[in-house]
């Protein structure tokens, strides 16, 4: 069908919710439920109501926009909650780009046969408790203890960040019970990695989405006085921690090659200058397309960490911080959408997703899948976050044909 998307408009949006959550060093901090994201649920909330659709938001401050029809629900959206100092394209141009798909339906007097829903999640970006708070709590997948008692990255626990809102644990944990039915979930997202970028092609049909194993880990030495004890019978944490870092690496580069390993957090205890550390905490985070692989890997590196201990005379701990199953894109989605981007004459391809995204939760309760565009340099989470609108039109017109392919 010869309907295309409005990009002024769509540009429009973006940038008017860019302006929400802006910090002093030219990113977005909008983390979910605090001042700048309630003012942004409330913006898009009007933004949906101004475009004559019915607005509900659940339990968990999921927002959602519906055209009425019947059957199962073809929804499609994302998020608007960003990381600390990010970008104001990660998210926001699912979300938005999916209004702008229901707006041209109904501008164009359409009628689809099915419902169809714009769709924004709660914390996607993990700045509480866990990612992907919200499409979790929409498909009941929440744990009601983590949520009383871990404490959020910002030292606090969730309870305490939910007061003077009108959400609570309890509306939290039952957002699932105001879920429609799904037959599918539409994501639009920028790549966030250079291959579409270097490949030369502005729309990337997504595969697979990997799962993710994030541990917390600690080795577990003896501190000693940095200029007395000799090196030879140190109990050294961190070199512990270097010593697993660098082999950890190496196994799956060479035995799991396109899967990852990450220590992104370290943090060396008593942390003086002049003092053997003889405790190492560090962030362990896995991922892999493969459900056996990740199972795999984990398996390995614990081992390679207790070896790495037992030759150091250390002791080693872990704990589960999160955990994602991969997802494998159904063919009959993933065949739609190539058949409609060949419409349009885009060049596409396809590929897996290293980051995890609410088309991963979605994906118990309905079949799912994902548009890629180009972010530029692959950078994101990150002020300097950057797309061409060209792409974005593209993708936007591309989800614009699958809504209306799916919805009949």
């Known amino acids: 069908m010869d309907i295309r998307i409005n ?98 339906i109904k501008e164009e007097g359409l009628n689809p046969s099915k419902p169809l829903e714009v769709a924004s999640f709660t914390d996607e970006e993990g700045n509480l408790v866990g990612d992907f ?9 929440l744990n009601q203890e983590i949520l009383e ?32 039915e799904i037959e599918a979930f539409l994501e639009l997202h920028i790549e966030q990695g250079i291959v579409l970028e270097t490949e030369n092609k502005p729309i990337g049909i997504v595969e697979h989405i990997a799962g ?6 600690s080795f577990l030495g003896e501190s000693s006085h940095s200029g007395t004890a000799p090196l030879e019978l140190r109990h050294d944490a961190f070199l512990g921690l270097a010593d697993f ?19 992104g957090r370290v943090n060396a205890r008593p942390g003086v200058f002049s003092v053997v550390p003889g405790q190492a905490d560090f962030s362990l985070d896995i991922r892999s397309t493969s459900k056996e692989t990740l199972e795999e890997i984990e ?22 911080v999160d955990k994602t199953e991969p997802v494998s894109i159904p063919s009959r989605i993933i065949e739609i959408m190539k058949e409609e981007c060949e419409k349009l004459g885009y060049p596409l391809m396809t590929l897996p997703s290293g980051a995890g995204h609410d088309a991963q939760i979605l994906a118990s309760v309905a079949d799912v899948g994902m548009i890629f565009i180009p972010c530029l340099d692959g950078i994101s989470h990150s002020p300097r976050e950057m797309i061409k609108w060209e792409d974005l039109e593209k993708g936007a017109n591309l989800l614009l044909q699958v809504i209306l392919r799916l919805a009949g």
């Open 7 to 104: 990009l002024d408009r769509l540009k429009d949006d973006i940038e008017s919710l860019s302006k929400i959550g802006r910090d002093p060093n030219g990113g977005i901090t909008r983390p979910s439920f605090s001042k700048a994201d309630i003012e942004a649920q409330e913006w898009l909330k009007e933004k949906i109501k101004s475009a004559g659709f019915a607005v509900r938001q659940d339990g968990a401050g999921n927002i959602f926009g519906r055209l009425e029809g019947k059957g199962k629900t073809i929804m499609a959206g994302s998020h608007i909650d960003s990381v600390i100092n990010g970008g104001k394209f990660d998210g926001p141009v699912g979300v938005l780009s999916a209004l702008e798909c229901l707006r041209r």
């Open 212 to 217: 993710k194993h994030h541990k917390s880990c």
């Open 133 to 141: 708070m919200g499409s979790r709590a929409f498909t009941g997948q």
């Open 299 to 320: 398996k390995s590196l614990l081992a390679l960490a207790e070896d790495v201990a037992s030759t150091r005379g250390l002791n080693f701990t872990s704990k589960v």
């Open 149 to 180: 008692k871990d404490i959020t990255q910002f030292g606090t626990p969730l309870p305490e960040i939910l007061k003077g809102t009108e959400f609570s644990i309890k509306s939290i944990m039952e957002a699932h019970k105001q879920r429609p």
């Open 245 to 263: 870092a660098l082999k950890s690496t190496q196994h799956v580069a060479t035995k799991h090659y396109g899967s990852m390993v990450t220590i």
